[in-house]
């Protein structure tokens, strides 16, 4: 079978704040470069979920005049609260208590899918190619093993592997440098780190799940402006995580939950567990009344510094959360997906003009402002091993009295997948059922999220073992997938009362989870048909 070829100076793999960084930023040193952006998504800012309370340093740099850009960025933070939860009751945590890094009154209140496609505009005026809605599905090599560009997945093939009448076969992009900045758990980015050990030397990467809701709220209700987190209840000592409530225009209060997947108990429910905050005292009287909008959910990257792999190769880079850039205790990852991404077309820039290698990545990640934030935040996500309190103590030592500055560094010592106890001897959660006011079930909140793939397509969720689930899962953990999934994509069905496991894959909106939790890593995520999966719009 032919396929087209196309050839780039660059290709960048993912619109979201990396990649399309790296694209302006090259084309800011060099506008004839001849560039190209693929993303997966039917639309730029269409698979882009964050809370997002932005910083806008690396912004300052790379679009210093984007407040006369008529940019989304509005709204300012002017007020924060930090609540411990009790089952009933609530503690206000005084803000000048907050360590440095986790106050926000210089930052902004702002939908990260909008910002992206805002930058996608500023992308496009200066040259660079947008290509929505064609996923990169492979990578492709040349025969000294460095990485040659992309292929684009195939479209119109159905669940058998046949050739449907829509047929279209994909696209082979060729570029000098191949730039992955596919986001959280990017299934390229997996297989790259693999292929060159980039992560040789690093400690286990660290995940969580992250939950949000948009709501419509009274007005009596909304402080626009008001940026909140919370800490406690519903979960245990033993499990991280927490929430945030940030208030933006428009009477619109963006609602959400993160949960470590390093959780320990297969019958959690990181989805019922969001759902049953909401009814907690503090947070109903904010939302009673009002409506839900939008939901969404995607997994976070949050090993930060210890787990940071290399981020270049041969003929290729690594940025963003693809590698995991997030700084945990900031609660932020985009502005430090954009940094990395200056820095990769800085050192693509240097790469061309002066035919330096590109592991002079690595050095300029290393004088930036980057690497010592992430250093700085190194010890935090560790320390919540130790559980909810000591690790409250651990960070307000760390972060306020010594300012990331301890001389040893926590290990993370275990991958996600392997941190469940067996089902047996974990007890049992009764989650309350939905009471469709302020919780809600998964179907109608898949609802919400527009999500579509193509009928009759392939599974692109891929079994290792297809009996596996079966024979092992289901009696060892009483099979997690059930529970961790936000969307309902996997279910244990009874046929003539044999239980069979059920994947549910149009339901699935690309959050990655079950390719991080899965406790033998049965569950591979490839990209389905291109355009497929979510469509959030505010998120």
């Keep these: 079978m032919s396929r087209e070829t196309m050839e780039y100076d660059v290709v960048i793999v993912g619109g979201g704040p990396s990649g399309l960084s790296t694209a302006i930023k090259l084309k800011q040193l060099d506008a004839n470069l001849n560039i190209c952006l693929l993303e997966k998504a039917s639309e730029i800012g269409a698979h882009i979920l964050s809370g997002n309370v932005f910083e806008t340093r690396a912004l300052d740099e790379l679009l ?8 989304p960025i509005k709204t300012k933070v002017s ?16 803000t000048w208590l907050l360590p440095k890094v986790q ?12 910002l992206c496609r805002w930058l996608a505009e500023e992308a496009e005026k200066l040259g660079v190619e947008i290509f929505p809605g064609f996923p990169a599905s492979k990578i492709l090599f040349n025969e000294n093993g460095s990485v040659k560009g992309v292929s684009t ?28 900045a596919e986001g959280c758990r990017g299934h390229l980015g997996k297989e790259l780190i693999k292929k060159f050990e980039l992560d040789k030397g690093k400690d286990p990467q660290q995940y969580g799940i992250g939950f949000k809701e948009i709501w419509e709220i009274d007005e009596k209700n ?24 940030y208030h933006a225009e428009n009477k619109q209060l963006f609602l959400g939950y993160v949960i470590g997947l390093d959780y320990k108990n297969p019958h959690l429910s990181p ?18 009344g009002g409506k839900r909008i939008s939901y969404g959910a995607r997994a976070l990257i949050e090993g930060g510094f210890q787990s940071l792999p290399k981020m270049f190769m041969p003929g290729a880079l690594l940025v963003g959360c693809d590698a995991g850039t997030l700084n945990m205790p900031k609660i932020k990852g985009s ?11 800085e050192t693509i820039h240097e790469h061309f003009r002066d035919n330096k290698d590109l592991s002079i990545f690595d050095e300029k990640l290393k004088k930036s402002w980057l690497y010592k934030e992430l250093y700085e935040a190194r010890n935090v996500k560790p320390s919540f091993s130790w559980g909810l309190i000591l690790g409250i103590i651990f960070t307000g030592l760390d972060q306020i009295l010594f300012r990331g500055k301890l001389p040893f560094t926590l290990r993370h010592k275990h991958a996600d997948h392997e941190t469940l106890e067996l089902a047996k001897d974990m007890p049992k959660i009764d989650y309350p059922k939905p009471d469709n006011v302020l919780t809600f079930d998964k179907t109608s909140s898949v609802y919400l999220t527009g999500t579509n793939h193509t009928d009759n397509q392939p599974v692109h969720l891929k079994l290792k073992d297809p009996m596996l689930p079966i024979n092992y899962t289901l009696e060892k953990f009483d099979e997690p997938a059930q529970r961790y999934c936000p969307a309902g994509v996997y279910e244990i069905q009874k046929e003539n009362n044999i239980d069979k496991f059920v994947i549910n894959s149009q339901n ?21 048909e291109g355009g497929g999966g979510p469509k959030y719009g505010n998120m």
């Design 64 to 71: 210093p005049n984007w407040k006369e850009l008529n940019s």
């Design 79 to 94: 007020k924060e609260k930090f609540l411990f939860l009790g089952k009933k009751k609530s503690l206000s945590w005084p």
């Design 103 to 114: 106050q926000n009154h210089k930052n902004y209140i702002i939908s990260l899918a909008n």
């Design 153 to 180: 997945q195939d479209m119109g093939i159905d669940r058998d592997g046949n050739k449907k009448d829509a047929f279209e076969p994909g696209i082979d992009l060729i570029g000098k440098v191949t730039v992955f």
């Design 222 to 245: 909304h402080e626009e402006g008001l940026v909140m987190h919370t800490a406690g209840w519903p979960l245990d000592n033993d499990t991280y995580g927490g929430s945030f409530m």
């Design 271 to 288: 989805y019922d567990e969001f759902q049953r905050f909401k009814t907690h005292p503090a947070i109903k009287k904010i939302i009673h």
């Design 335 to 345: 502005h430090t997906a954009m940094k990395s991404g200056i820095l990769a077309g």
């Design 508 to 528: 699935c909106i690309h959050c990655k989870t079950c390719d991080i939790k899965e406790p033998s890593q049965n569950i591979t995520w490839v990209t389905p």
